[in-house]
C-alpha cells in the first residue's frame, strides 16, 4: 500500500479564507465521532495528518488537506451529538452550509455514516438536504471491521430501503474500515477519475 503525499494546509471559519479554488476538492463530514479523522488518516497512508479524538465535536473549523500537489480533501465539523452549546451549533451551521453551497471546487461530499448503526434521522435529513441542493454527494460507511460481514450488508440493505422512500435509486457508497484500509483503493480510484474531469471556475 503507497502512502500518499499529504498535507495540512489551513484550518479556518470562513469560505473566504480557504484556499484558492484551483484545484479539486472533496468534502468528508458526518455525525460526531463517525471516524472522519481515522478515515482521512487511512486514505493518506499516515496515522497522524488528521487528529483523531474520541470525544465528538472535536473538529470545529474547515480543515484543508493536500493530497497529492493536486487536490484538497477537506474535514468538517460533525453534526449530531457534541457537547456545545445551541449557539456554537447553530455557528458550526451556517459555516458548513456556506461552504457545501458556495465552493466554487467542491466536486463531491462523502458523507459518513457508522454502518453499526440504524439509520439516524440527522444522516437521512442531511442527506436530503444534499439532494434538494443538486450537491454530488457519495455514502462511506464506516467501521465495517466491527461487524461480520453478513451483518454488515444487513445494516446497508437497512439504508439502501431506507434512501429508496426518497431517492430513485441508492446514491453510490463504499464501506471502509481504517482499522483495515477496507476501501481506500475504490475511493482512491473515485477520486481519480473525478481529478480528470476537472476544470478551474473562472
Not at 484556499?19 to 486514505?43: C, H, Q, T, W
Not at 473538529?59 to 452549546?85: C, M, R
Not at 458523507?111 to 455514502?139: A, K, N, Y
Request: hydrophobic share 40%.
Amino acid at each position: 500500500m503507497r502512502n500518499l503525499k499529504a498535507q495540512f494546509i489551513i484550518s479556518n471559519t470562513s469560505i473566504e479564507k480557504c484556499p484558492s479554488p484551483d484545484k479539486p476538492e472533496y468534502a468528508f463530514i458526518g455525525r460526531s465521532n463517525v471516524g472522519k479523522s481515522s478515515l482521512i488518516n487511512m486514505l493518506a497512508g499516515h496515522k497522524n495528518l488528521a487528529k483523531t479524538s474520541g470525544r465528538p465535536g472535536k473538529t470545529q473549523l474547515i480543515n484543508h488537506f493536500l493530497f497529492e500537489d493536486s487536490w484538497y480533501l477537506v474535514d468538517l465539523p460533525g453534526y449530531g451529538y457534541a457537547k456545545v452549546s445551541k449557539a456554537k451549533k447553530a455557528e458550526w451551521g451556517k459555516m458548513i452550509e456556506q461552504y457545501l453551497l458556495e465552493r466554487k471546487n467542491l466536486m463531491c461530499v462523502f458523507v459518513l455514516i457508522d454502518v453499526r448503526l440504524e439509520p439516524q434521522e440527522v444522516d437521512m435529513e442531511f442527506l436530503l438536504w444534499l439532494g434538494e441542493h443538486q450537491i454530488p454527494f457519495v455514502m462511506a460507511f464506516t467501521k465495517s471491521d466491527k461487524l461480520s460481514p453478513p451483518k454488515r450488508d444487513k445494516n446497508i440493505a437497512w439504508y439502501k430501503r431506507q434512501m429508496l422512500k426518497s431517492w430513485e435509486s441508492m446514491p453510490q457508497y463504499f464501506a471502509t474500515s481504517a482499522v483495515e484500509s477496507k476501501g481506500r483503493e475504490q475511493i482512491l480510484d473515485f477520486i481519480h477519475d473525478i481529478n480528470e474531469k476537472f476544470e478551474v471556475v473562472k
